[in-house]
């Protein structure tokens, strides 16, 4: 399920702030806007060392994308970033020549058959359940 893929604007909020930057620059406001919810759903598994690419779509391995595939090339300071689209949906983004991205959540998270170590309301329990979200002082005033 797609869900189970962390957000890329939360491991690499960085690369997410340049790439809405570049591409509104490139006039691809729409992909601007998609690119906020784009997933990490794999890594390239190339094994290049200036290769930090990422799959944000399944895509069968070997089979090309077809119809309504377009890249996307950015002029990113450093290093080189390339979209992947197919008929606006961002399939696969190109990190290039580029510094080391730091996550800013556990990579432990960003694997596709792993899951994260908090749920959306609290840290999870030994299933992999998030904890219920603690009453606030207005929900228990109010009495709910």
Same mark, same amino acid.
């Given at each position: 399920m797609e869900q189970d893929h962390p957000l890329v604007r939360d491991v690499y909020p960085d690369l997410i702030? &340049? #790439?809405?930057?570049?591409? &509104?620059?490139e006039g691809e406001r729409e992909l601007a806007i998609v690119v906020w919810d784009v997933r990490l759903v794999a890594r390239c598994?190339? !094994? /290049? +060392?200036?290769?930090q690419s990422f799959h944000t779509a399944? %895509?069968?391995? !070997?089979? =090309?994308?077809?119809?309504?595939?377009?890249c996307v090339p950015l002029l990113p300071e450093k !290093? @080189?970033?390339? #979209?992947?689209?197919?008929?606006g949906r961002? @399939?696969?983004? &190109?990190? #290039? +020549? %580029?510094? =080391? @991205?730091?996550?800013? %959540?556990s990579e432990s998270s960003t694997g596709p058959?792993?899951?994260?170590?908090? !749920?959306?309301t609290g840290p999870a329990d030994a299933t992999g359940t =998030? +904890? =219920?979200?603690?009453?606030? /002082? %207005?929900?228990?005033a109010s009495g709910a």
């Open positions: 702030a &340049e #790439l809405i930057a570049l591409l &509104e620059a598994d190339c !094994g /290049d +060392d200036f290769c399944v %895509r069968p391995k !070997g089979k =090309p994308y077809g119809e309504g595939h377009r !290093g @080189m970033l390339v #979209l992947d689209v197919v008929y961002i @399939m696969y983004i &190109e990190v #290039l +020549d %580029r510094q =080391p @991205m730091t996550a800013q %959540r058959t792993q899951t994260p170590d908090t !749920g959306p =998030p +904890d =219920p979200p603690a009453p606030t /002082d %207005r929900a228990t």
